[in-house]
């Protein structure tokens, strides 16, 4: 039985990062259940090497990840394995993370939260700098694409408490993003943003 | 009418770049008509800035780049605009430049050609370092996407001399790499890399 640490919080359009051991795992939640959470991973001896879409959906032969399968780096070796999904499995490979230029392309004329800066500033409480924002993944983004490679905006399929695991096939930092999006529908109809939780199991 | 430069070589198996002003357009060539061309475009005065697979699926709202669109960087602003397709226009988004760690996965136990390698060797022969091998517009390079989000390695659709053309919309450096790939059948049943070529266009 694994070893759930105190939950903690990724409020409303904000990041946070946490360290993984070798072995450890995280879990994370979907709280209100329409929250897409922006994911991404780091080797802790090495944050050029980081969990990457491209590379992962080579290997995986699919745009889909699920549990069971490793996620890999950009050197195509793993770097988490997706030990458990309660939701129906719908996330995201296809789309960058948001940013300030995304806000101004949606008719944003000032600042707007974004997941990239969420990502910056959840690695700089652990004081790091990560080389760059690689595309994330999107936990629970619903993005269909149809038969004419056409994508669109949907909202999430998973329900209120539906969480993921992944478990650090090295030592890693990860980082998350509950992400501010609010002009689409992409987390849920009522576009508000909410918060989402996570556990360290060991 | 464009005036077209010389016609140059991508020699199979290799990379070359090239730099356009602003206005110029790149035409290239699938010369034998199954070979894919890994293509990149960073900007003359950011190589920071470039174009970027997952900000233009954002910006496209889908997977398949099609003549008319624009190409945007991870800026999302355009770098390039897709002016032309003689081809019935599948190219690839999904997927890394192939690398040595891929041909190890493979079953490659040496040294393998490598689309990566030859983005940096193609700007090395103008004197520039790309800050990373972003992941690049696969030209002709066919990866069906299944309804359950599976993908496979066809083989091209195009034909010999099909080509597309793509004009500068700020200065920028294009670089190419006809893919080494020779164990997938990503270049064609044969499994057998092919030259392609280029024109400038002003």
Chains 1, 2 share one sequence.
């Not at 051991?21 to 259940?33: M, R, S």
């Not at 992962?56 to 030990?83: K, M, S, Y």
Request: aromatic share 8%; hydrophobic share 40%; glycine share 6%.
């Amino acid at each position: 039985m694994a070893k759930e640490s105190e939950i903690f919080t990724v409020p409303a359009r904000r990041g946070r990062a946490a360290r993984l051991d070798k072995g450890q795992a995280i879990k994370v939640i979907n709280t209100h259940g329409q929250q897409v959470v922006d994911f991404w991973a780091f080797r802790a001896d090495d944050l050029g090497e980081f969990l990457s879409m491209e590379h992962l959906r080579a290997t995986l032969e699919g745009i889909f990840p699920h549990a069971g399968c490793d996620l890999v780096t950009n050197q195509r070796r793993p770097i988490l394995h997706f030990a458990e999904d309660t939701s129906p499995g719908i996330h995201d490979t296809l789309m960058a993370a948001c940013d300030d230029y995304r806000y101004g392309l949606l008719g944003c004329t000032s600042y707007h939260d974004n997941c990239t800066d969420n990502l910056y500033a959840a690695m700089a409480e652990l004081d790091l700098t990560p080389p760059e924002c690689p595309s994330p993944l999107n936990l629970w983004m619903n993005i269909p694409v149809g038969p004419d490679g056409r994508t669109s905006w949907g909202e999430p399929v998973s329900k209120a408490g539906d969480y993921v695991v992944l478990r650090a096939v090295c030592d890693c930092v990860v980082a998350m993003s509950a992400c501010p999006q609010d002009i689409l529908p992409i987390n849920g109809a009522l576009r508000t943003p909410t918060e989402a939780h996570f556990q360290i199991l060991t």
